[in-house]
């Protein structure tokens, strides 16, 4: 499934939630070592320049990474750096919507133009907006996103309107409802919503529902700015020929679609209180794992899958130029895996690696 904002960088093939190969294992605790050579298989394949990642299994729980931080150095990639997280940022804006749901401000079975007139074709509601089925196009595919045309608008500012007009300016893919297809173009649909309902700048509703409340100090929604603060791994790729960092963007490109920047211990605080329902309500809390046969494993926001050795698993994979990411965890929120990839300039195969992690975490 591609799950990502953008599938341009050269660590992206290694984070789809691709599980074929998964075999079954004992439920004895995860094999740090196991999961050391993983990420080392990761860098030195060349599939990326840096990884870190965050394993907790029961009362088992560890920090790992490999490669480095900065390319032609040896500076290690710092464990709880920071990162983009491309679209892990629509679990916690559908969470946002759904605790607004709660609170009874939208019917998630309602038409969006209900609260935003005349916005998108009338048919389509928030519930297909939040699960992929509502047929609009997605914005990122009329977008240049190889490197060398991407670099000539990394740093413009887009507003959310400039990103829906790429979509609605061509036809639905589909009926609503009749399909499922991954569009970026529904999580800006779902930020200009929530501030229609909120009356306040998406990302300041998302602060305000979760980020304080979870203490996810490192967890920010950057809008406009380019730079990362604090510790972070940066990230190449290739430009004309030649190495190119691309750690600093405008990420407005992706708005409420994948703009976030945390870090692996935020993203497992805030999973942990998703999956024990401390953030929803009893009724949303069973529509966001919610899946259907028009979707089978993508519920609101969130994706869900059954390994080959029979545990299941939720979560989201995000990507945006220069930084892979992905967050899974069992529903009991036992065991789970956060993990975050900087891309080099170089391509890679990193084989059987992402595997190999899954097995070791879940199987």
Excluded at 144 to 169: C, G, M, V
Excluded at 243 to 254: C, L, Q, Y
């Amino acid at each position: 499934m591609g799950i990502r904002l953008v599938a341009t960088v050269t660590a992206t093939s290694l984070l789809a939630l691709t599980t074929v190969g998964v075999a079954s294992a004992d439920t004895s605790n995860v094999d740090r070592s196991v999961v050391q050579q993983a990420l080392d298989q990761i860098t030195q394949s060349g599939a990326a320049l840096g990884v870190q990642a965050r394993v907790t299994d029961g009362r088992q729980r560890f920090t790992a990474s490999s490669g480095t931080a900065e390319l032609n150095t040896t500076k290690s990639v710092p464990e709880n750096g920071r990162f983009r997280v491309g679209s892990i940022t629509k679990t916690f804006v559908s969470t946002v919507t759904l605790q607004i749901a709660g609170e009874g401000k939208v019917d998630l079975d309602a038409p969006v133009v209900r609260y935003l007139p005349g916005l998108i074709d009338g048919r389509i509601t928030v519930r297909q907006v939040l699960q992929h089925t509502s047929g609009l196009f997605n914005y990122t595919n009329a977008l240049p996103l190889n490197p060398d045309e991407f670099e000539q608008i990394r740093y413009k500012h887009w507003s959310p309107q400039e990103l829906l007009a790429l979509s609605t300016s061509k036809p639905l893919d589909f009926e609503p409802g009749t399909q499922w297809n991954y569009s970026n173009t529904n999580y800006v649909v779902a930020g200009l919503l929530v501030e229609k309902i909120t009356g306040r700048p998406y990302e300041k509703a998302v602060e305000q529902r979760i980020l304080k409340p979870l203490h996810l100090n490192d967890t920010e929604l950057p809008g406009g700015k380019a730079g990362i603060s604090g510790p972070h791994a940066r990230a190449y790729w290739t430009v004309k020929g030649q190495p190119s960092e691309i750690t600093r963007m405008n990420p407005s490109v992706a708005w409420a679609a994948g703009e976030m920047i945390s870090t692996t211990r935020d993203l497992d605080t805030f999973v942990t209180a998703l999956s024990s329902g401390k953030l929803l309500k009893p009724a949303q809390q069973q529509e966001i794992s919610k899946t259907t046969t028009v979707s089978p494993e993508y519920g609101l926001g969130l994706q869900v899958e059954t390994l080959p050795c029979g545990t299941k698993v939720w979560g989201h994979g995000g990507g945006i130029p220069g930084y892979s990411s992905q967050l899974l965890t069992t529903p009991d929120s036992k065991k789970r895996f956060e993990l975050n990839a900087t891309s080099g300039p170089t391509e890679g195969n990193p084989g059987g690696a992402f595997n190999k992690l899954l097995t070791e975490v879940f199987c």
